[in-house]
């Protein structure tokens, strides 16, 4: 498999203080990887750098060998890397169509692309589609992490990254939605970056992990291996 992703020795800061502290590591084309670590470990921030929201103070970041550093935020999104963030923000005010639709910014003017990918997107997520003309707002919290996700694959990532996409449902929509992400990778073959603090879900349907400790990563194994591991779960990912 080819590496898509490639990050360097990322050092990223927040004024003074250091959130990031030389982190490594990649993501291989077709595969899901989970960034694991507690609250505050620098999860969001990795991702927000990638995404080219905050620059890094060092390091490198690669998308097939181009590096995003310099780039602005849309150039990163043009270049196929999707970012959902923590807590959703879907459009409240706005029907579910309609956030799809601020999705679609690759080949603008082209009506047939747009209604292509929104059937996509309603395929992948029937509950959206029975929803259609509802207002963003009145989502429960496992619909609107579906319609963030799906307003993403509305541009067609090569890179998908979701920001604890689990945070805050119940255990049940947990499950629902971890499915969704694995058939996504599978079915559409998009590369996926997927944050958790739930690392027992993410493991589960994640080929790889890394486990991130104030800033810097302590552990990097195959999912099976990081799941299989009862103290390895129960130190550092959390019982869930
Ligand atoms: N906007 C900010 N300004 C200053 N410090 C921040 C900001 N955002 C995050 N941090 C700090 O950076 C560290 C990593 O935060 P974050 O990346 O949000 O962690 P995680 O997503 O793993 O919970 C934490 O210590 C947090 O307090
Ligand atoms: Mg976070």
New binding site residues.
């Given amino acids: 498999m080819s590496t898509l992703l490639e990050v360097k020795r990322m050092e990223t800061f927040y004024g003074k203080i250091q959130s990031v502290r030389g982190v490594d590591f990649t993501v291989k084309q077709g595969e899901i990887v989970a960034l694991l670590g507690a609250n505050g470990a620098g999860?969001?921030t990795i991702l927000k750098t990638i995404s080219g929201l905050i620059r890094p103070a060092q390091g490198s970041i690669a998308l097939m060998g181009e590096d995003l550093t310099k780039k602005e935020p849309h150039t990163i999104v043009e270049m196929g890397v999707v970012h959902v963030p923590?807590g959703r923000r879907v459009f409240g005010g706005l029907a579910v169509t309609e956030n799809l639709e601020l999705g679609f910014f690759i080949k603008k003017r082209d009506k047939a692309k747009l209604a292509q990918n929104l059937d996509m997107v309603f395929q992948m997520f029937p509950r959206l589609a029975e929803r259609r003309k509802q207002m963003a707002g009145t989502l429960s919290g496992g619909e609107q992490q579906m319609l963030a996700t799906g307003r993403a694959l509305m541009s067609e990532p090569k890179l998908l990254m979701l920001?604890?996409p689990s945070m805050g449902l119940a255990p049940i929509v947990v499950i629902d939605i971890m499915k969704i992400i694995k058939q996504i990778n599978q079915q559409r073959g998009t590369t996926i970056l997927l944050?958790e603090q739930n690392a027992k879900a993410a493991l589960k349907l994640a080929h790889r992990g890394y486990v991130l400790e104030t800033g810097s990563i302590t552990m990097e194994d195959s999912a099976g291996n990081l799941l299989a591991d009862d103290n390895v779960v129960k130190a550092y990912l959390g019982v869930h």
């Fill in positions: 999860k969001s923590e920001d604890e944050v």
